[in-house]
């Protein structure tokens, strides 16, 4: 097939920097079509964590020898790399956590037991969310009586501002919602729907992680009141993630856990608090993770989170284009905006042996229900295959794909 | 290892054209089957009379492997005593997962010794025995592979 127009030249070079990409599987080139759950790392991120390694690690805000001091400013670098990304308007706002699922059960965990919250409240998801994003409102539900409800999504995928404010009420306190669902790749008004909830005092944390690998994020513009995604879909490390909150929720909020750190002084009848973002980082930190994940994010805004999201949206096309023509493919959302994944079915063929098939063709793809069980009830199929693409996507793991379809079609179809 | 050794033409003859495949009218037994990672889930029936297998029947959404193994598995169950069905399990995921690759008295269930090679589908295969133990002793709730 003809390369689509429109690719940007060096964004198709980034290939490149991938040295895992450069790994036959099965004798065939990888065709790695699974950046959604885990993306590959660039040389940038591993050699930026051996140097750390190597030349200035150890603890951070301990010693007061110069090897001490240095690890601490490069972590605390990395924060302030993770605040002009996301557009946050302080440091302090952006707390490091494991990933996005720890940073939503922070939230969830000290918003419930922040007094806040009253038996019969309510919060209001999305039937797209994945589990990390169901799960800990319901471990709040259940120790504060608050009521959780689902925003429906309509049959192509999308969910409107208006479907997620049909669930909202008087009791409604917060809103949490994924940016980018990982299942359809439909793309959420998040903007319109943080707004409308700032307007009526509602709080939003939205789960970025199927974002901002993909495009430009801007916490403020946004308007929500919480933000988070994970290092390791971004190219970074895996145990490192980020949670944007605003400053006057980060400190009014209880500590969450406790430990070194998170303390102003510690006696055994009272402790007092740090304010944040260490209040919120009980114990050593993953210090080298926060490093490497700045050095992802340097990666990726050497060629513009515009200009990848420009280039991907090509490539998607052209993904969704192939895949669409292909006799007894049917996708499983087709949403107005996509950015990153595309899920699907085969007719006559299940999910878990067309990944097998294409294992064998070098085609990585995520087969099974996402994580996200809600949204395969929503659209009546027990799995998918998803291919979701990363920055280093080539237009060939698509054809690569697509081969490997008909070498699964021609196997199992009698 | 070719994709054919996995999938023989008998896997894909039973996963299109599943033997015993609905319920039983008045089992002895019932089970729930459910693989998590994959969302496999299998529902199945055992008619138990003096210790002997009399009836198996079963419901499946699942992958061929897993398909094709309930259908097998039921086929050659029945008439066996219970020891006998357990003992089967037991050759069976030896077979998959011992240190070497021994099928004795495995017989039609012997096609399925190609999804060794693929270790990410063993549990697809195991699913129906791990239900089937369930049904035999009558447990309530869902048996997972995880």
Known sequence: MNAPAGQNPEILAARDDFPLLARPMHGRPLAFLDSAASAQKPRAVLDGLRDFYESEYANVHRGVYLLSAQATDRYEAARETVRRFLNAGRAEEIVFTRGATEAINLVAETLGRSGRLEPDDEIVLTVLEHHSNIVPWQLMRDATGVRIHAAAADQDGNVDVEAVFREVTDRTQLIAFSHVSNTTGTVLPAREICHRARERGILTLVDGCQAVPHAAVDVQDLACDFYTFSGHKLYGPSGIGALYGRLDLLTSLPPWQGGGSMIEEVTFERTTYAPPPARYEAGTPNIAGAVGLAAAIDYVQRFGSENIQRHESVVLKYGVDRLQAVDGVRLIGTPRHRAGSISFVMDDVHPHDVGTVLDREGVAVRVGHHCAQPAMRHFDVPATIRASLGIYTHASDFDALVEGLGKAKALFQP | ?146
């Open chain 2, 1 to 146: 290892m070719d994709l054919r050794d996995l999938y023989q033409e008998v896997i894909l003859d039973h996963s299109r054209h599943p033997r015993n495949a609905g319920r039983l009218a008045e089992p002895s037994g019932t089970a729930k089957g459910h693989n998590p990672l994959c969302g496999d889930l299998i529902t199945l029936d055992v008619l138990v009379k003096d210790g002997v297998i009399r009836n198996v029947s079963f419901d499946a959404r699942g992958c061929a492997i897993s398909v094709a193994t309930a259908s097998i598995m039921s086929d050659m169950l029945k008439g066996k005593t219970l020891e006998e069905a357990h003992d089967l399990f037991r050759r069976f995921q030896q077979m998959l997962t011992g240190p070497d690759a021994e099928a004795d008295g495995l017989d039609k269930l012997e096609v399925l010794a190609g999804v060794r090679e693929f270790p990410m589908r063993v549990k697809c295969a195991t699913l129906p025995f791990h239900t089937l133990r369930a049904a035999l002793d009558n447990e309530p709730g869902t048996v997972q592979t995880e």
